[in-house]
């Protein structure tokens, strides 16, 4: 079977100078920062993740802390979501734990698996006449209020899960929640909507990137069928004629894609991350200057796990499953989640 692999960068190219555009400039020449998505942190080891190596998460996630910690002039890391195999306390401490070893700011949202996963199955056979009845299925996992009280000052200020922060002077990071427990598909509130055009307007003179868990534009065309139309917000043209109204958002970052794809619409940069625990993973590193835009993502495996967990993507109902059978589909899955090692956005592209 074929197999990609190496360092993927992205970079943002994200002049801000265009004549009568209105934005901000990018602050100073140049600005990087790391996104880590689906790193499906584990401490216990009965927690499953589909496609995810749960069973090597901490190895993964503190090689990540590590390589991120020697990066040349890293600004700061982006947590996109699913840091969690399963939302449980001892995976949360040890989780946030490793990452408190970063030397740079690290912000964080909500991904899909940080919070309760439902109410678990009922057992296949009922209770025999005269036994006690079982109680009822609890729901499984910390609430997601405890994810939010835990990262309080990584984005997160009080008990809402969508948040703004200036993480540089001339730069703002918004953060979205677009996660509603129990359900796959993503919503952003009429509440949470109002905020962000309120805070956007506010922060005119800030240059904004946008993260949000569910993509906000479909990335590929499986995005736009029944197959993974859970990876979008259901409100997304509602949320993008929103960041249409501000020329200063410049990028929005997702975070459940777990591939890195991008495209430009209008004046706004749409990229997706690969996933830290499912192949090929890797975090992404983004790189801005006044002139272009550069995205890249980083694999932190070795060799023979990253064998491993491309053999499970391609065992996988939910990421292999939606291609044709046979080789030719193994080729265009692997192509997927392990491809767009590199690419390039010019000005003109970004900022018209």
């Not at 197959?227 to 410049?250: F, G, I, S, T």
């Not at 053999?311 to 291609?323: A, H, K, N, Q, T």
Request: hydrophobic fraction near 45%; aromatic fraction near 6%.
């Amino acid at each position: 079977m074929p197999r990609l692999g190496g360092l993927i960068i992205a970079t943002i190219l994200v002049g801000l100078m265009a004549a009568g555009c209105g934005a901000p400039s990018v602050p100073r020449d140049r600005i990087t920062f790391a996104v880590v998505c689906g790193s499906y942190y584990s401490a216990t080891p009965d927690a499953a993740v589909e496609g995810a190596m749960v069973e090597d998460s901490e190895t993964l996630l503190a090689k990540a802390v590590a390589d991120l910690n020697k990066a040349k002039d890293l600004d700061f890391v982006i947590l996109a979501g699913d840091l969690l195999a399963r939302a449980e306390g001892l995976s949360l401490d040890r989780a946030k734990s490793i990452l408190e070893g970063l030397r740079m700011p690290y912000y964080a949202i909500l991904g899909g698996s940080d919070g309760p996963a439902g109410p678990a199955k009922e057992p296949a056979a009922r209770p025999a006449a005269g036994a006690a009845a079982a109680s009822a299925p609890a729901p499984l996992g910390l609430s997601r209020d405890a994810i939010v009280w835990a990262f309080q000052g990584h984005g997160f200020s009080g008990p809402e899960g969508y948040w703004s922060q200036e993480v540089l002077p001339g730069l703002l990071l918004v953060g979205l929640d677009t996660v509603r427990p129990g359900r796959r598909e993503g919503h952003v509130s009429a509440r949470q909507l109002e905020w962000l055009d309120r805070t956007l307007a506010a922060r005119g003179d800030k240059s904004v990137i946008i993260v949000a868990y569910h993509e906000l534009m479909p990335l590929h065309p499986l995005d736009e069928g029944a197959a993974w139309q859970h990876k979008l917000v259901d409100n997304a043209a509602a949320v993008r004629q929103v960041l249409e109204k501000h020329p200063n958002v410049l990028a929005v970052l997702a975070g459940n894609c777990h591939f890195a794809e991008g495209r430009v619409s209008g004046r706004i940069m749409y990229l997706s991350s690969p996933s830290l625990a499912v192949w090929p993973l890797a975090y992404l590193l983004v790189q801005l200057t006044p002139k272009q835009a550069e995205a890249v993502w980083v694999p932190v495996a070795p060799d023979d796990l990253a064998r491993r967990a491309q053999d499970r993507l391609l065992r996988s109902p939910e990421y292999r499953g939606v291609f044709p059978p046979g080789e030719d589909g193994d080729t265009t899955c692997v192509r997927l989640f392990g491809g767009k090692k590199m690419e390039v956005y010019s000005l003109p592209a970004i900022r018209p």
